[in-house]
């Protein structure tokens, strides 16, 4: 382990984890994990010997509970356990615990500090990088949050064993847009991991490298006002797959509505931006065969396209703001997309993944 690095690939999570507790040396030590975390992954790090003090909060799992509610219930138990300013606050769970409690502690006495341990791929390559924290309000998703980083990010890929595969698949869609913003060497590495029999060594490899694509695109604009727009690649479409999933009652996860939105907008770049189209074929190929379909025909286009056009990311109210590539690797933000070009790329998804 590099112990200056924020972003630690850790082969010995519980040595790693003590290192960076002992070097920080809180008042208090906290852990906030969900119900389902507590059963698979605490025991994982219970033996730390920097944990034997810590008190351990418990929320319950899903993105239903990641609210104002739950963060009062956190604030409250921080405060009635004597939490203080010189605490630490540990993480450990998926997105929704990493985006709450990293919320909870930016907020708690004015920001105490806080290490993540995400236990998804999905967690693991976004959520708990980057130092976006939230929660959702009034039915809007990350609508209140602030971006500040963790101290440490602890990321172990012994959790994935547990990881159902559509877990792993959702956490994966990530990786391939990271793979895309990178180059072609990465993006060929990752369309040919078996992800039905994982070599978790060779996952932890990608994952690694994954994380170091956004790393590195986060220490250039950590708030989101030039080129950070690229990890939005695949989500400007993904989005509106994710929201009318929720709406018709069919909900997909959001690394698939990823995975479909980088269909659609990877046919956008090729038109657009002169993509390369055996590049674009080869990586929807691996995209319809791995995560399948969700069904659409055109009748969802009109509410589609309403939900891209009141994205959060768009610059301008109805005006479509969206990340493309002119290659692999070369990244063009802020493209203005109309409304017959989205229904064919819409069009383009269908034919791509047999619909
Ligand atoms: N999930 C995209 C970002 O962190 O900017």
Redesign the pocket.
């Known amino acids: 382990m590099e112990n200056n690095a924020a972003i630690i690939i850790s082969k010995a999570l519980v040595q790693d984890l003590n290192n960076c507790i002992s070097v920080i040396s809180p008042e208090q030590l906290f852990v906030l994990t969900d119900t389902s975390s507590r059963e698979y992954c605490l025991p994982l790090i219970r033996k730390c010997p920097a944990l034997a003090s810590a008190k351990v909060f418990s929320m319950r799992s899903g993105d239903d509970f990641k609210n104002l509610d739950t963060v009062v219930d956190v604030w409250t138990f921080l405060g009635e356990n004597g939490g203080t300013r010189q605490s630490m606050l540990i993480n450990l769970g998926g997105g929704v615990v990493t985006d709450l409690g990293g919320f909870v502690a930016n907020t708690f006495k004015r920001g105490i500090r806080y290490i993540n341990i995400p236990t998804t791929l999905l967690s693991m390559v976004?959520?708990a990088?980057?130092g976006?924290t939230g929660i959702n309000f009034r039915q809007l998703k990350n609508e209140i949050g602030v971006i500040n980083p963790a101290e440490k990010v602890l990321i172990c890929s012994e959790f994935l064993r547990t990881l159902d595969k559509e877990n792993l698949l959702s956490g994966y869609a990530?990786m391939l847009k990271h793979g895309l913003l990178k180059s072609q060497e990465e993006l060929h590495r990752l369309a040919s991991f078996d992800i039905n029999r994982p070599d978790y060594d060779l996952l932890s490899d990608l994952i690694g490298t994954s994380v170091a694509v956004?790393e590195a695109i986060?220490a250039v604009d950590p708030t989101?006002k030039g080129i950070?727009k690229a990890?939005?690649l695949g989500?400007t479409i993904g989005h509106a797959f994710e929201s009318l999933s929720h709406t018709q009652k069919r909900p997909i996860l959001h690394g698939y509505a990823v995975a479909y939105g980088l269909i659609g907008e990877l046919y956008l770049s090729y038109k657009c931006q002169g993509f390369p189209q055996d590049e674009m074929i080869r990586l929807c190929r691996f995209i319809s065969e791995n995560y399948g379909r969700f069904e659409i025909d055109c009748d969802d286009y009109p509410a589609l396209y309403e939900l891209m056009a009141h994205d959060k990311k768009n610059r301008h109210a109805g005006e479509i703001n969206c990340t493309l590539l002119s290659d692999v690797g070369q990244i063009v933000t802020d493209c203005i997309i109309e409304k017959e070009q989205i229904f064919k790329a819409l069009d383009f998804y269908r034919d791509t993944v047999g619909i």
Request: cysteine-free; aromatic content about 0%.
């Open positions: 976004d959520a990088v980057g976006k990530e956004k986060v989101e950070r990890l939005n989500h």
